[in-house]
């Protein structure tokens, strides 16, 4: 991801020194949140409407807030929520970077759902708002700040510019009913795909659980993930290092889908080809998706999810506040309503969503505990015990461009 050429800097310098006076006096009443008691928050976001801007391309999590959150947040604080849907998180950073470019002090998006590359180019870009989170009561009351999945972003540090909303793990998906002992590692996966040709395929890139599986090739065919957890910029010979990945895929392209003429172009086309049977597995970096397919129909009842024995690729996705944001008061209650116990509960069931909780278990009541570890899972997720103990960090965000355009050299044009 790109930051702003030093052009573009000066240009921006120049506009924002134009800013009328009423505009820096909007700012300064915003900043004044950052350090205002909470419920003086509270009265100010009354009658606010909160603009969402996030990724709507699934039913269930659309549904979740439209249905579960918005009622709510409405109910109990007199804020309307407005989820706007966006084709990818790209284009939220796209636009706040032309709103930036051209002077725009109150802008149209108050929350905005992001995470990993595209916070780095926020954060880089002076996107954001700025550090909120201390702020929040159930983020202090029921967030772990310290640990790596909280305070890390993709290796950035998160400085309190975005709060945790969930957490997510790479797993596969199976029909049981078809295959019982499934591949547990990438060898075992190359030799499974060759006895099953026209069985596998994974989405193409830049999707994002397409990308995800390719960096868990990298991290079983190159030694490990402990070597890429530095800046790719300080590994000397990255492409030397990255060859056992393009010789993998390369490896198993002629005996996937369509023989590896063409691959699904979202995770979306890809679960339609499992749901119809055309393959014999899908992925997600969602580990209660299959579950939610499998209430909805539209995956077999047998479908069931695992990890590798070796681990799988885990993150947090975080919200995060613009820098114009018109109604930051209501962007600070809705964050933090949405971190709240009953919230991340209702979030965690998979006919809501199954999205995994970002709260520390450890700090919620006996009764709160209780009521996250009654939420049935369904057969097809994994236990959040198990999921916990074979998570592996990522990659941090500069190698996600760098992987994902070695793939269209070195695989797809191969």
């Known amino acids: 991801m790109k930051t702003y050429p030093l052009a573009a800097l000066g240009t921006l310098g120049i506009i924002l020194s134009a800013c009328s006076s009423e505009d820096a006096g909007n700012a300064t009443n915003a900043d004044s949140l950052l350090a205002a008691d909470w419920d003086a928050i509270q009265d100010t976001a009354q009658g606010q409407v909160v603009n969402m801007y996030m990724w709507g391309g699934s039913d269930n999590i659309n549904n979740y807030l439209d249905e579960w959150v918005a009622p709510r947040i409405k109910q109990d604080y007199g804020i309307e929520l407005n989820r706007v849907p966006m084709n990818d998180a790209q284009d ?22 992001i995470n990993g590359e595209n916070f780095k180019a926020a954060k880089d870009n002076d996107l954001l ?27 950035e540090p998160v400085e309190g510019l975005e709060a945790p909303w969930g957490k997510a793990q790479f797993v ?11 591949p547990k590692s990438m060898s075992e996966l190359a030799d499974w795909v060759k006895q099953n040709p026209g069985q596998f ?15 868990q090739v990298l991290y079983e065919t190159t030694g490990g993930h402990e070597q890429y ?28 889908w369509r023989e590896g003429e063409t691959y699904p172009e979202s995770l979306a086309k890809q679960d ?3 749901a119809s049977g055309e393959i014999a597995m899908t992925m997600s970096y969602d580990p209660a998706l299959a579950a939610s397919e499998v209430l909805k129909g539209r995956f077999p009842e047998s479908t069931r999810t695992y ?36 919230a991340q509960t209702a979030k965690l069931s998979p006919e809501n969503w199954g999205d995994l909780t970002a709260l520390d278990l450890e700090k919620l009541s006996p009764e709160q505990q209780q009521a996250m570890n009654e939420v049935d899972l369904g057969e097809a997720t994994l236990s959040i015990e198990e999921l916990e103990q074979n998570r592996l960090p990522e990659l941090s965000s500069d190698y996600i461009d760098i992987i994902e355009e070695g793939w269209t050299e070195y695989v797809a044009k191969e």
Request: glycine share 6%; net charge negative; hydrophobic share 40%.
């Open 92 to 113: 939220i950073i796209n636009q706040l970077l032309d709103e930036k470019i051209a002077g725009k002090t109150e802008g149209s998006m108050d929350i905005i759902w």
């Open 129 to 155: 708002w700025g550090d909120f989170t201390g702020q929040l009561p159930n983020f202090n009351d029921y967030v772990d700040a310290d640990a790596p999945e909280v305070s890390e972003d993709f290796g």
């Open 172 to 182: 596969l998906v199976h029909d049981e009913n078809q295959y019982e002992d499934p």
């Open 201 to 215: 395929t994974y989405p193409a890139p830049p999707d994002f659980t397409g990308s995800a599986f390719i960096r």
């Open 229 to 256: 957890q530095q800046p790719a910029a300080d590994i000397g010979n990255l492409e030397e290092r990255l060859e056992p990945m393009w010789q993998y895929l390369n490896s198993i392209e002629p005996y996937l």
């Open 272 to 274: 339609q080809l499992y």
């Open 307 to 342: 990890v590798l024995e070796e681990g799988t690729l885990a993150n947090t996705h975080f919200l995060s506040i613009p820098f114009n944001a018109s109604d930051k008061a209501g962007a600070l209650v809705a964050i933090n309503e949405l971190l709240s116990p009953a």
